[in-house]
């Protein structure tokens, strides 16, 4: 299995869980190499100390802060943990809440909790059990790397998934978008005209009938390169791409007219796999 | 008014919402620069060619594939901008649900969006569709050369966008070597787990939490810059607990003041029906 993030434990009232945390995501993106354009041969992003004009391996390099009077301080990994030893080490569990009562805008980032080994397994397999019957998420907080994270914990597939969380003061406002919206405010009739096409479009949330066209559109090029083929230039756009609605309950009832002949398209096996198609561009 | 990041337009059924993409978030931690730790200096990022050993200026560089072992696909910015698609201006919903059956997991980024030129009325439309019928709109779009799933949703008065990920960007938990327990944990000590929990139960009031490491760490910079010594901080052997009933009892007693007793005899702690939880999409105000 792959190196931990980070290990420590996870404190639960007097209870100590040893944990290794891992991230719950992986990188599924295609990524490019950097080329010298005459020869085709790699560059690399190399580390140059100014002063030396030398490069300079990765273990000598520091975290440096710029005070006001243009001085740096420079911190060790061990100066981090030294602000505050007890939460480098510990994800302190301070109170369980319900999921639903966490505005999603504060999710960032979400890792898995493994115990490191068998000795950890029935702290463990307590605190999954107990988390799994309550239906809650347990919120705590600990320092990763160079920053005190706000945590949710809880049990997904048997596993406790644990994800990073802003803190309130990192969330903006939304009061200046909001007082910039001139429009008019929309009409009862529209509203439920509106709600009507949701309704037809709803279905159970299910990730895996989204695929990642992009990814999968770059792998067919890049074959067809390999291939010596011809990249085509993308079609233009079929519609006009900022047009505006002048008639919001026209096209409100155009839509639910559409949806509702192609009634199996609502379904999900029928859809998903091109977007395109059931763009309904035109006039069925 | 702030920046926009993007522009394009919402498809809502035959409903054309132009918007403009704003960042929602900022990160608040301290902010460091990679320094040579042997005199302070400033590090720089060079792009050098591997064979000749000097300086690449960008203009100098394609962007390559390893279809194997140092063999390159090198591809043009209009070559890779045809994987674009209708999704680098449109993102076009193509469900709704409710937000409740959406696991925090999949969420990446949030972004706010505003109205577009001429797209206030079909904005506010779609935001008092989006707070009525109490569900999120699912599409992709693309941004930045990448394609993401997203949720659009009503927040206070906004459209909020979050990126989310694909499914096959989850690890499987099945991928982990989770090892079992020699000896279950016993139904005494699933109900003194499950009391505390709910002694610890509470709502979820984002203000009440403060980074309290960020003024530590600047305090310590403070510290090192007046030359004084930081000591490392002990390393702490965290050893499992041998009894965890024991432990269970006295974070109970310290938590409710000798109630243990009573926990202690309490069957197994109630499940509450799973949460509907944002039952309330819009309810953030």
Redesign the interface.
Known sequence: MAKPLWTGSLSFGLVNVPVALFSATRDRDIHFQLLHAPDCSPIETRRVCAAEEQPVPWPEIARGYELENGEWVLLSDEDLRAAAPRQSRTIDIERFVEVGEIDPVYFDHSYLLVPPDEGAARAYALLSETMGDSGKVALGRFVLRTKERLVCIRVRDSALTLTTMLFGDEVRSSEEIAEGIEGAAPTGEQIESAVAVIEELSVEFDPTLYRDEHRAHLKRIIKRKQQGKKIAAPAPAKEPVTTTAPDLMGALEESLAQIRAQGKAKKPRARARSASKKTPARQA | ??RSLWN??I??????V?VKL???????????????????????????????GRE?PYG????????SSGS????SK??????????A??I????????????????ER?Y???????????????H???T??D?V??G?F?FH???H?V?L?A????I?L?T????????P??D??????????SKL??AA??T???Q?????Q??D??????A??L???ER??RGET?????A?E????DD?LV??Q???E??GGGRSARAKAKT??K?????????SVGS?R
Do not use: W
């Open positions: 008014m702030p394009g337009t498809a809502f059924g035959m409903v054309r132009p704003y960042s929602a978030t900022e990160s608040k931690a301290v902010r460091f620069r990679e320094r040579h730790c042997s005199d302070g200096a400033a590090i720089e990022h060079r792009r050098v060619c591997v064979q000749e690449i100098e560089t394609v962007k390559g594939f390893e279809v390159y696909v090198t591809l209009e070559e890779i901008a045809t994987a674009d698609g209708p999704g201006h449109m076009e919903i193509e469900h709704f649900a409710h937000r409740a059956e959406i696991d925090p997991v999949f969420y949030a706010r969006l505003g109205p577009g030129k001429l797209g206030d009325d079909a904005y506010l439309l779609l008092a569709a989006l009525r019928s569900r709109g699912i992709r693309v050369n990448k394609a799933l949720a949703r927040l206070e008065d906004v909020a979050h989310m990920r694909f499914a096959d960007e989850l690890i938990v099945d982990l070597e989770i090892p079992a327990p020699q000896r279950k944990p000590e699933v787990a499950g505390l929990v709910e610890l139960s509470s709502s979820f984002p203000d939490y403060e980074d309290t490491y960020r530590a760490l305090e310590l910079i090192k810059a930081i000591d490392a901080p002990e702490e965290i050893a499992p607990e965890l432990a269970l006295a974070s109970l310290r938590q197994k702690a499940k509450p029906p799973r949460s509907r939880a944002g039952k953030a």
